[in-house]
């Protein structure tokens, strides 16, 4: 990352106000459950948000149909289904015992597809995955599945990473929000997202390719202009320009402020696999500890021709 170790930002601007609460975006939440330690970690966080902010919560478990081709006989996995559908039915009542809207969905199918379908049939706010442990690889940490719909869900995605045991986390409340932006038609929707899920203090940075990022101030009144201080609340907010890779920016700028919350854009839907496996949201993803909310462009059509794209990749 050229220029961008020991210090950061190289160029700030800050504005500070008292802050209120502010109404909580995400009404309809989904939480695809493969029953992993990543989903443990998942379903805790969409719970959690669930219960604070009194949103329906949905349930869903995917059962690959590759286990059905079978005439002569229901193969072992059937079996591990039909645990699971148990399982997934256990999990809804202990969470309605919390008095959280609940409801669960057992699919069979393509996952992916499956997953899109459920979006857009309960028109959800938001969907919470389950990544695997931090490795630096964003391979390691998004599978192909999560990859697919990080480029084309019609709603923001949460990414959890699994609980550290020896450091337990409270989630449902982010009161320090990262976000980055890069002017793009995603980025704008992230830190309207941001904005407006932040509860006490706002950090926006962009990272200039240019390289001219110490003497030019168009960034940064930019920045200044798109995510002022909220006159309706009083929301903190902290603006950052610098450059080098953002990625590493965004990492970097992550171990040193510890924010609960990092928001970004979503890749776009003409990304190829190796595109979104070499994406910035991939690896900051892959490098980081806290949730992820990975925002689309404003795309609130829930369009069968993204499901049918996604189906026959």
Known sequence: MPGARGHIPQKTGKTTWLHAAK?????TIVAAIDFSEESSAALRCAQELARLQRAM???????????YAFPEGAPPGVDHDKAAKAELARIEAEVKKQGIPVHSRVETGIVCERILLSLRDHKAA???????????AGRAALGVVTRQLLAH??????????????????????????????????????????????????????????????????CLERLRFLAPFDEAHGLPVDHSVTGGDPAGMIVEMAKKLHPDLI??????????????????????????????????????RYADELIEEVATA
């Open 126 to 136: 938001l969907l919470v995955l389950g990544t695997k442990a931090i490795t630096g």
């Open 23 to 27: 109404p909580f975006p995400f009404r």
């Open 57 to 67: 919560l949905l349930l869903i478990h995917v059962i690959d149909p590759v286990g």
């Open 153 to 218: 869900s019609p709603c923001p995605i949460l990414t959890v990473a699994p609980d550290d045991e020896k450091k337990p986390r409270k989630f449902g409340r982010w009161n320090n929000v990262l976000t980055a932006t890069d002017f793009s038609a995603a980025s704008l929707s992230a830190l309207h997202y941001a904005q407006r899920v932040a509860g006490g203090h706002l950090i926006v940075l962009h990272s200039a390719r240019c390289g001219r990022h110490m003497e030019c101030p168009n």
């Open 263 to 300: 928001v970004m854009g979503a890749p776009s839907p003409a990304h190829t696999e190796h595109d979104l496996e070499h994406s910035t949201v991939a690896q900051v993803i892959a490098s980081v500890p806290m949730p992820v909310l990975i925002v689309p462009e404003d795309r609130e």
